[in-house]
């Protein structure tokens, strides 16, 4: 198991190694899913779903496919890592709306899927307190709503991480005035 998770967080480095978070942020990218799946796996979920976390954007932001990741780490890894790929469509879409189709789409999400939405979207929230001048091109209070309309649809799936976000978001929300 654990040598499955440090390839995981290997391969996570390799594929993030020049990317940093949003905005005027030098933050390395890799430090969001290493949160994500340390999230994860002190909300005590399973191997793979740690994997996953640490996984679960490098469909979306490299040439990596759901076969390699498949072939790399299993078929239960590569379903964790689908569940929160978004789709090809949404790019583009403006963030509420791509918000309201990830809410739709993990009302339906295995549980898995949604204890590591959860743990993303803790992490983004968490961002908006620590790295507020990641934030200039971006409206936290937007991101903020959107992120509590998608957690609301995973609700059920991991108490202790809805709690961990809850009180992440109402720190973001302290931090921008509670516009949202």
Same mark, same amino acid.
């Given at each position: 198991?654990?040598?499955?998770?440090?390839?995981?967080?290997?391969?996570?480095?390799?594929?993030?190694?020049?990317?940093?978070?949003?905005?005027?942020?030098?933050?390395?990218?890799?430090?969001?899913?290493?949160?994500?799946?340390?999230?994860?796996?002190?909300?005590g979920?399973?191997?793979?779903?740690? @994997?996953?976390? =640490?996984?679960?954007?490098?469909?979306? *932001?490299?040439?990596?496919?759901?076969? &390699?990741?498949? $072939?790399?780490?299993?078929?239960?890894?590569?379903?964790?890592?689908?569940?929160?790929?978004d789709?090809?469509?949404?790019?583009?879409?403006?963030?509420?709306?791509?918000?309201?189709?990830?809410?739709?789409?993990?009302?339906?999400?295995?549980?898995?899927?949604?204890?590591?939405?959860?743990?993303?979207?803790?992490?983004?929230?968490?961002? @908006?307190?620590? =790295?507020?001048?990641?934030?200039?091109? *971006?409206?936290?209070?937007?991101?903020? &709503?959107?992120? $509590?309309?998608?957690?609301?649809?995973?609700?059920?799936?991991?108490?202790?991480?809805e709690?961990?976000?809850?009180?992440?978001?109402?720190?973001?929300?302290?931090?921008?005035?509670?516009?949202?």
């Open positions: 198991m654990l040598r499955r998770i440090t390839a995981a967080a290997h391969f996570a480095a390799r594929i993030h190694a020049d990317q940093r978070r949003r905005g005027a942020s030098d933050v390395p990218y890799v430090n969001h899913v290493i949160e994500v799946a340390a999230l994860v796996a002190e909300a979920g399973e191997a793979c779903e740690v @994997i996953a976390a =640490l996984l679960h954007d490098v469909v979306e *932001d490299s040439d990596t496919t759901l076969d &390699e990741i498949e $072939e790399s780490f299993g078929s239960d890894v590569a379903r964790l890592v689908d569940g929160m790929t789709s090809p469509e949404w790019e583009g879409l403006p963030r509420p709306e791509r918000k309201r189709r990830q809410a739709e789409h993990m009302k339906t999400a295995p549980d898995g899927v949604r204890r590591i939405k959860i743990a993303d979207q803790t992490s983004n929230v968490r961002d @908006i307190v620590r =790295l507020p001048e990641a934030w200039t091109d *971006d409206d936290p209070a937007q991101y903020l &709503e959107g992120a $509590e309309r998608v957690v609301d649809a995973c609700r059920g799936a991991a108490p202790w991480l709690a961990a976000f809850d009180a992440a978001a109402a720190e973001a929300m302290q931090k921008i005035g509670g516009k949202v």
